[in-house]
Each structure stands twice: as C-alpha cells, then as structure tokens.
C-alpha cells in the first residue's frame, strides 16, 4: 500500500499554467504505476495521464494531450503533472492514483491507492 498526497492546486486564469505534484510514502514507489484523474463538478471521474513504473512510457487523455506532461521520480518518490494553457473546461478535482497490479490504466479499475485529491480551477 502507498500512501499519496496531492499538491499545487489553485486559481489561474484561461491559458496559464499549473504544476501538481504528488508524494507517495509507504511503499516501493518504483513498483507502482502512477495516473492522474479528475472530476468536474457534477461529472464523473475520468482519466487525465498515467506513467510507468520506470517513467519511461506515458499516456494522455485526448482532452489534454499536448497541453499536460506527467512525469515520475522514483528517486523522489514523486509524481507530478504539468498543465499548460489551462482551459475553463480544465476546472476539477484532480487526483494522483497508484497501480501495481496492470490492466487497462486509463480505468481507476487499475488503481488501488488514491490520494484526496487537489482543486484546480480555471476561470475564463
């Protein structure tokens, strides 16, 4: 089991840049996976990024793919995603999630360990 702590939440308007980061303790980080989702206000969660166990291999939801960068630092035992050109559409709850036993990685289905979760909102 590991334990994860989101951070970097905030306000910023249309077009700025946000960077979360989130701390995991407990465990062998490097075993684990990692992934970001979010959920909007009145909306179900859904997949943002998700990394390897090395942070060799990366994958993106549509929505963000080009505009935010997940990365991994095992040495650190750290996560982070960095979001660029926010959009008003960006605005949610954003949560760090840890894997360790495969299976689809854009499902929660592959995540057994999840932070509390770090608000991002994007005004317009």
């Known amino acids: 089991q590991v334990q994860l702590v989101e951070s970097g939440g905030g306000s910023v308007q249309a077009g700025g840049s946000l960077r979360l980061s989130c701390v995991a303790s407990?465990?062998?980080?490097?075993?684990?996976?990692l992934g970001w989702f979010r959920q909007a206000p009145g909306k179900a969660r859904e997949f943002v990024a998700t990394?390897?166990?090395?942070?060799?291999?990366?994958d993106y939801a549509d929505s963000v793919k080009g505009r935010f960068t997940i990365s991994k630092d095992n040495a650190k035992n750290t996560v982070t995603l960095q979001m660029n050109r926010l959009q008003p559409e960006d605005t949610a709850l954003y949560y760090c999630?840890?894997?360790?036993?495969?299976?689809?990685?854009?499902?929660?289905?592959?995540?057994?360990?999840w932070g509390q979760g770090t608000r991002v909102t994007v005004s317009s």
């Open positions: 999630a840890a894997g360790i036993g495969g299976g689809d990685r854009r499902s929660e289905r592959a995540y057994v360990d």
């Open positions: 990394v390897s166990r090395g942070g060799g291999s990366t």
């Open positions: 407990g465990s062998t980080f490097s075993s684990y996976y």
